[in-house]
């Protein structure tokens, strides 16, 4: 769960930092678009690195997903009766946020990729560039599309909030003198990367990119 | 209650010859048992406390075949569990003097003369192994920078002798037992039973083979056999109803064993604790012990005048009796347990008790806030000031602490000889269940080590000695039937009963009953009017008690009434044995025999023995005395004037 | 005071159990919670109706044997106090309370509020331990121990076993108990030589127990009457996976 997190986490800073391109110039976007794949070329076939990334990333993903679902399948046969009244003590924070946050990620997942990599559900369709489709999805008459990215964003930030620093402790590398570090650390990559996220297509929707 | 005075008995098995080499001399004439024997042969340990815990996990190492008892969910919840203030051993690490002969010296003198000078030489000697094989178990005792053990003085000790852990020594302790418990539970030498209670004693040609018991969740009545029987079942204090002891703590099990031929010693040697939290109500439960330690800062006081209700703050120092102080200037606050809590019962019976029906006295830690500041003291007590404010309500960095004496140790329990071997051959009594170390009064930090001491090392060379000659057979079935159709016809008498008195509240009024009649302080006519007492309520129990349920299931109440049913018959005998001896010694006050200034006056000539009572089914308890002699601490009056 | 409770009765472990109404009048708030149990159980004995089973003993925090789940939270709101401790000043006169077993499969309800926490005992049995036989031990100076891991050792050595760890736990992972056992031992030097053994041991046990995987909500923390930190699990973790990659 850590493991394939942290792949995760790594590539959705990547992930964030190529998007902000977008504030540089179309082309420069266009250009890291294509720079992912024709890296390594051309010692590598076309789109060697990229298919590895997404290899890896599908892999994690799905075990992630298999991780959390064998955890809550655990935890339903852990207490087969429910309580009657149930109040949690620590905010009850992590645990809903994680599961039924996770479930929005998936949900947000698909059509995501549905949206911005394939294009089938984007206006400007499969054939097109990475920023035209950007700058069209996210076009101002398409506000409930930003919407949905916000909530899915925030969403991921939240589950990042509790995930990295749980992150350090699945793994073993928590201590009480590192907490409070951890906490921040975790809240404050998770904020920089809603931050970095949101920052396109609410520029775009905005008007402030066009 | 009559009585008749049987031959006296004299404990054999303590070899002769200098002190020092008493224990050494024993070990190597115990026989030992060839390795491949010990499998076969089986030990039933009743109790998982410092005492059967220890016991059970060094036989099982050894090789043993244990069966392990006990009435808890889990062997860790043993009342050893709730020790807090520490254990002592004779290490000398601190250099203050400390050596097994002043802890020897000490424990005698503090037992008032009234124990066995090679017990308790033993138990000194031993007490250092104790804390070795603890520390090798991962026992976190607490430690000073330099990463050496700490210790303190507790409970009037004048050196440093008191290892600890926090405030949960006992629990540290325990859980070290438990796991290496838990260890041979594992590897298969030792077989667990929780919420299994010993309700009788199989014995067959006159040793003890075996025990019945009842598992508690089923109701099933069992019989498990072998080839010794050891009881830790620890103290008999919640015969007051209200004591510092565990709600399940109980004298079923050794008093059944006493029914069956086992002597009882010394039943009325009881030790009242001077620091407990005082009384709320009607309902109270049970009493909570505030760690004694906190005498160490904290100053005893009652107001100067009767009646005087104005709040603690408001009451000036002149206008306050600081009693411990005024009558003992040498050893002040911390004189020992026993005088300490006769003189807290002393003021109150003056009317200048505080608190909630005058039963309670001040333990202030105003100046010691003032002089080490409160960080200091939060440092060293913070957690009893919590559990002190988590209990009452109020806070004593704030406002003194109301403490009050309550029934907190039994010193005496079943007769025992140097092997640990009751009057019944191959039942063995280990821990607080038997009387043997403290004699009339137990020094603070004592039981733990004394616990600790019978289990790891002692019993298991003394009951391979009495192993050596078993396997001893086949136990005769006739002899087994006995036993459980006893045992079931009782539970089936308490069950037909269903009168209108819950078996609580006898239980409360007995208690009641002892405190009043038995308790800090006796007379002959209080002992007298007790025994009047007790057998009218007794005889009510049995024709108006209410026990709601059946056997086959989980019955909370019929375990309590069981319990109660054998606290009648021990309250009796402790009474009487309180009246006969007409002295006052240790825990044991007798009002007539004080000296001018009210401190307890032995009397060395009559009494100078052990009391060991035997159990005779006519009802007519036989007294033998087995005499005590000092030939290396002089008797000496206590004085801590 | 005067109270209405709504407590679980499940008469054995095949009996499928249900929530019964009881009033409670003249409550002291000097009593503790369960005291108000004892004045209403003496009440039913006498009306010939089957008293509350509780587990319970030592009444002062410390064996761990008292325990329940009191309007939701495991022993109660009232922080670091087990139930035993807890006392009915906290409550309002008029007040509803819910009162439950702790609820995990590997504690199957023997009766009432009573559950069977034996898989405690296996995960100790499991490798919680030292071994060392009585009477083999060097003398307890000849090995210092800085008092920093002494006390943190310490810290995670008060844990009384109660189990509300678990109860509290969404996932009804038994993470804190195991993790607290093993870092008491990790951080001594006599723990060492079975250090990963240990934890590769009591860690499958906890898992062959059928306690759920922790996800580190710090449910347990919160209500651990003697307040184990969450680090322990981190150093059970650490431990568990060194033996694993061993
Ligand atoms: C609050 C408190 C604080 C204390 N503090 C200290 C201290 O600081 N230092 C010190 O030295 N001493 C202290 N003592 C005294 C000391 O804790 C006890 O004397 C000692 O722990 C007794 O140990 P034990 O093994 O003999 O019995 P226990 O620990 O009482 O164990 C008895 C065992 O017997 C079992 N049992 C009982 N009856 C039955 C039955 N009928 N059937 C089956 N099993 C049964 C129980 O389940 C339990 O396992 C304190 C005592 C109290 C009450
Ligand atoms: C795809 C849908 C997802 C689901 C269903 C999901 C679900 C979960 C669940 C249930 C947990 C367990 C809680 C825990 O152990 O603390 C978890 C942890 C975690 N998740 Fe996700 N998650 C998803 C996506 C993501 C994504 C996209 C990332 C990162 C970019 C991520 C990063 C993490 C991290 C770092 C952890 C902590 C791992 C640990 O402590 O072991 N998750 N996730
Ligand atoms: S960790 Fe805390 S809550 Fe869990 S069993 Fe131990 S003391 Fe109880
Ligand atoms: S009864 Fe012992 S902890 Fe509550």
């Known amino acids: 769960m850590a493991v394939t997190g942290a792949v995760m986490v790594l590539f959705l800073v990547g992930h964030m930092l190529g998007n902000l391109k977008i504030f540089i110039s179309r082309d420069s976007f266009n250009d890291y678009a294509t720079a992912l794949r024709t890296l390594l070329e051309p010692l590598a076939p076309y789109r060697t690195l990229l298919t590895i990334v997404e290899v890896v990333l599908a892999v994690s993903v799905v075990l992630h997903i298999w991780a959390a679902i064998s955890l809550s399948r655990r935890a339903h046969a852990a207490r087969p009766v429910k309580y009657a009244a149930k109040k949690s003590q620590a905010g009850g924070y992590a645990t809903h946020i994680m599961r039924y946050g996770g479930v929005t990620i998936v949900l947000f997942l698909v059509w995501h990729l549905l949206d911005l990599t394939f294009g089938v559900v984007n206006p400007k369709g499969p054939v097109s560039t990475p920023a035209d489709r950007m700058i069209a999805g996210f076009d101002p008459s398409r506000w409930w599309m930003t919407l949905i990215y916000l909530v899915a964003v925030v969403m991921v930030g939240l589950h990042l909030r509790h995930g990295i620093w749980s992150a350090f402790q699945t793994l073993g590398w928590a201590n009480r003198n590192r907490y409070k570090a951890l906490r921040t650390g975790a809240a404050l990559v998770s904020a920089v990367l809603v931050i970095g996220f949101l920052a396109p297509p609410l520029a775009i929707t905005f008007g402030v990119v066009k | ?641 | ?246």
């Open chain 2, 1 to 641: 209650m009559k009585y008749a005075e049987g031959s006296p008995i004299q404990d054999t098995k303590a070899p002769e010859g200098p002190i020092e080499d008493r224990w050494e001399k024993r070990k190597f004439a115990a026989k030992l048992v060839n390795p491949a024997n010990k499998r076969k042969l089986n030990v039933i340990v009743v109790g998982t406390g410092l005492a059967g815990g220890s016991a059970a996990a060094t036989l099982g190492e050894l090789g043993y075949n244990v069966k392990s008892f006990c009435y808890q969910d889990t062997p860790r919840r043993a009342h050893s569990i709730a020790a807090q203030g520490g254990i002592n051993a004779a290490k000398n690490y601190r250099g203050d003097g400390d050596s097994v002969y002043r802890l020897f010296y000490d424990t005698v003198k503090g037992g008032d003369f009234r124990s066995r000078e090679s017990n308790v030489y033993r138990l000194a000697q031993v007490s250092v192994n104790i804390i070795d094989q603890a520390v090798a178990q991962g026992v976190p005792f607490a430690r000073e920078y330099g990463g050496l053990l700490d210790t303190r003085s507790f409970g009037g000790a004048q050196v440093s002798r008191t290892f600890y852990a926090r405030g949960q020594t006992g629990q540290q302790l325990l859980l070290g037992a438990y796991q290496a418990l838990e260890r041979q539970v594992a590897a298969g030498t030792v077989e667990m039973f929780t919420r299994h209670e010993m309700l009788d004693l199989i014995i067959d040609n006159g040793r003890a083979r075996g025990v019945i018991v009842r598992d508690m969740v089923t109701g099933e009545i069992e019989r498990h056999v072998a080839d010794a029987v050891v009881l830790a079942t620890g103290g008999y204090g919640n015969v007051f109803f209200l004591s510092t002891n565990a709600k399940g703590c109980n004298t079923t099990a050794i008093w059944r064993a006493h029914e069956r031929g086992a002597y009882f010693a010394n039943p009325c040697y009881t030790q009242i604790h001077p620091t407990c939290i005082p009384v709320s109500g009607e309902y109270q439960s049970k009493l909570t012990l505030m760690s004694e330690s906190l005498r160490n800062d904290g100053r005893v006081w009652v107001p100067l005048r009767k009646g005087d209700d104005r709040l603690p703050g408001d009451i000036p120092d002149d206008e306050r009796d600081y009693y411990l102080e005024r009558i003992y200037p040498a050893f002040g606050n911390l004189v020992p347990r026993d005088i300490a809590s006769r003189a807290a019962k002393n003021v109150c019976d003056e009317g200048r008790g505080v608190g909630p029906g005058g039963l309670g006295v001040y333990l202030d830690f105003r100046d010691a806030i003032g002089r080490l500041g409160r960080d200091a003291v939060e440092k060293k007590y913070g957690n009893l000031f919590e559990m002190y404010e988590r209990i009452t309500g109020e806070n004593p960095y704030d406002q003194p602490m109301r403490i009050y004496p309550a029934v907190h140790y039994t010193m005496g329990g079943l007769w025992v000889d140097y092997d640990l071997q009751s009057t019944i051959p191959g039942l063995f009594v280990i821990g607080e269940a038997n009387f043997s170390d403290h004699g009339a009064n137990r020094l603070g930090a004592s039981a733990l080590m004394q616990g600790l001491a019978d289990g790891y090392f002692v019993l298991p060379t003394t009951l391979g000695d009495y192993l050596a000659a078993g396997p001893f057979g086949e136990v005769n079935e006739e002899a087994v039937a006995e036993a459980e159709a006893k045992v079931t016809s009782r539970i089936e008498r308490l069950l037909a009963v269903n009168g209108t008195r819950t078996p609580d509240s006898f239980h409360r009024e007995l208690g009641r009953l002892m405190w009043d009649y038995c308790g800090m302080e006796r007379t002959e006519e209080s002992l007298r009017k007790a025994l009047e007492r007790i057998p009218e309520l007794r005889a009510e129990f049995w024709a108006n008690v209410k026990v709601s349920g059946a056997n086959e299931e989980l019955n909370q109440v019929l375990e309590k009434a069981g319990r109660v049913a054998d606290f009648f018959d021990l309250a009796e005998l402790m009474c009487l044995d309180a009246l006969v001896r007409s002295e006052s010694c240790g825990g044991h006050f007798r009002a007539e025999s004080q000296d001018a200034d009210g401190e307890a006056l032995r009397d060395d000539e009559h009494f100078a023995h052990v009391s060991a009572w035997e159990h005779s089914p006519e009802g007519e308890p036989v007294l033998h005395k087995e005499p005590l002699e000092y030939d290396y601490v002089k008797m000496s009056q206590r004085s801590y004037k």
């Open chain 3, 1 to 246: 005071m005067n109270l209405t409770l709504k407590v679980w009765r499940q008469s054995g472990p095949s009996d499928s159990g249900r929530m019964v109404k009881y009033r409670v009048e003249e409550v002291s708030p000097d009593m503790s919670f369960l005291e108000m149990l004892d004045v209403l159980n003496e009440r039913l004995i006498l009306e010939g109706d089957d008293p509350i089973a509780f587990d319970h003993d030592c009444r002062e925090g410390i064996c761990g044997m008292c325990g329940m789940v009191i309007n939701g939270v495991a022993h109660g709101e009232q922080v670091a106090t087990t139930t035993c401790q807890l006392h009915m000043r906290h409550f309002e006169d008029g007040a509803t309370i819910t009162i439950e077993p702790w609820r995990a499969a590997p504690f199957p309800v023997v009766k009432d509020l009573v559950v069977d926490r034996s898989a405690f005992d296996r995960i100790i049995q499991a490798g919680g331990f030292v071994s060392v036989p009585a009477g083999s031990a060097p003398d307890a100076h000849s090995l210092p121990v800085r008092k920093e891991d002494a006390d943190s050792a310490f810290d995670a050595a008060t844990c009384i076993g109660c189990g509300a760890c678990v109860a509290a736990c969404p996932n009804g992972s038994a993470s804190l108990f195991t993790a607290a056992k093993i870092t008491h031992l990790s951080l001594l030097p006599q723990g060492q030589p079975e250090r990963l053994s240990r934890a590769k041991a009591m860690v499958d046990q906890m898992d062959a127990e059928g306690f759920g995987g922790c996800t580190n909500t710090g449910e347990c923390t919160a209500v651990c009457p003697k307040g184990i930190p969450l680090d322990t699990i981190a150093q059970m973790n650490s431990d568990y996976l060194k033996a694993n990659a061993k």
